[in-house]
């Protein structure tokens, strides 16, 4: 159903602020969605961490509209009924922000002010926000998985062949699981392994192991080598395709994974090989420190080490915490991922 103009009007007049055009002119056409699940602005889903994001119909939207010290004069447009978590969008100038920029809110963690909310941006206004996510949707960039939109993304590069087996990566940041201050950046990465189908039967084989070269922004390299991915030891044969998800974290903005996992052949037991993971990048998106904070940093130049960033902790291979896709269909409990407890 669409949003007539005077409802439009009123709701400008209830939270006493212009809503842009571009805005106006999709609640025109179409009124977003009542808390529903899956949500149509995209979903994500790790072993007991699930998101899924409505686009919000413009009562629930006004109602909550921000006024508090941190997020002055900010209209949800999404909401997640698992994590609590929405996109905001300023509808004036303030606190740090731009006119009609869309963000992730992220307190910061280490200061005493609850108003120091650093933003993550998603979009620099409606439109843009909006149809980069469809574009995105329609051109298959973002994969349905049983009715859900999922908010992987895939560089098509991002490919390794060994032999008759084919390894592809596709990543997302979880802005939920993450934090500027102290810096904690949360991605997640969906893994799919395939053997060709023109394979011979006799090339079947068993995932026995995997190694893991894990570099961070500042060049700091860890190795992680273990057994078998998400606890199994999956069975690869002609036409076979075997998908998983993990997640890593990051002290840096940036960083990347490559390595290989160890297979053995199932007719010639003896034979191992090794099969490419292709490196795969993970960027966090661009993100605005919070006012407050800067404000407090100059006021407490006394204090400073207590707003220092420490960047020592290293990224890890989380295998132990994968699931397969068949978690994807089963909203699991909100809250941060086991590794984070």
């Known amino acids: 159903f669409s949003v007539r103009e005077e409802?439009?009007?009123?709701?400008?007049?209830?939270?006493?602020?212009?809503?842009?055009?571009?805005?106006?002119?999709?609640?025109?056409?179409?009124?977003?969605?009542?808390?529903?699940?899956?949500?149509?602005?995209?979903?994500?889903?790790?072993?007991?961490?699930?998101?899924?994001?409505?686009?919000?119909?413009?009562?629930?939207?006004?109602?909550?509209?921000?006024?508090?010290?941190?997020?002055?004069?900010?209209?949800?447009?999404?909401?997640?009924?698992?994590?609590g978590l929405s996109q905001y969008m300023a509808l004036e100038s303030v606190e740090g922000r731009n006119k009609y920029e869309i963000f992730y809110q992220c307190p910061d963690q280490m200061a005493r002010n609850p108003s120091a909310i650093d933003m993550f941006i998603t979009g620099t206004s409606y439109l843009e926000w909006f149809t980069s996510y469809v574009n995105k949707v329609v051109t298959g960039g973002y994969p349905i998985i049983r009715d859900q939109i999922f908010r992987y993304v895939h560089d098509k590069e991002c490919v390794a062949t060994t032999g008759d087996i084919t390894v592809s990566v596709s990543t997302s940041f979880l802005p939920e699981l993450s934090s500027v201050h102290p810096p904690h950046y949360f991605f997640t990465y969906r893994i799919r392994i395939e053997m060709s189908k023109d394979a011979l039967p006799e090339k079947a084989c068993q995932?026995?192991?995997?190694?893991?070269?894990?570099?961070?922004?500042?060049?700091?390299?860890?190795?992680?080598?273990?057994?078998?991915?998400?606890?199994?030891?999956p069975i690869i044969s002609p036409g076979r395709v075997y998908e998983y998800t993990s997640c890593t974290t990051f002290s840096t903005t940036s960083g990347y994974m490559e390595g290989y996992y160890t297979f053995h052949c199932l007719y010639y037991k003896d034979k191992f090989f090794n099969v490419t993971i292709p490196r795969f990048h993970m960027v966090c998106p661009t993100f605005k420190v919070s006012t407050a904070r800067m404000v407090s940093r100059d006021v407490v130049e006394t204090n400073h080490n207590e707003y220092a960033v420490d960047e020592d902790e290293d990224s890890t291979d989380t295998d132990e915490y994968e699931d397969r896709r068949r978690v994807l269909d089963i909203p699991a409990p909100s809250g941060r991922c086991p590794r984070h407890t």
């Open 207 to 233: 995932l026995d192991s995997r190694y893991w070269r894990i570099t961070n922004a500042k060049g700091d390299v860890e190795e992680v080598q273990g057994p078998g991915v998400v606890g199994e030891f």
């Open 7 to 83: 409802d439009l009007d009123a709701v400008e007049a209830q939270i006493g602020c212009k809503l842009p055009d571009d805005y106006r002119c999709s609640f025109r056409i179409h009124n977003g969605q009542k808390l529903v699940v899956p949500g149509l602005m995209g979903s994500m889903a790790l072993s007991n961490h699930y998101r899924s994001e409505d686009l919000l119909d413009i009562d629930t939207a006004a109602g909550g509209f921000q006024q508090r010290l941190g997020l002055k004069q900010c209209l949800p447009l999404t909401f997640c009924i698992h994590t």
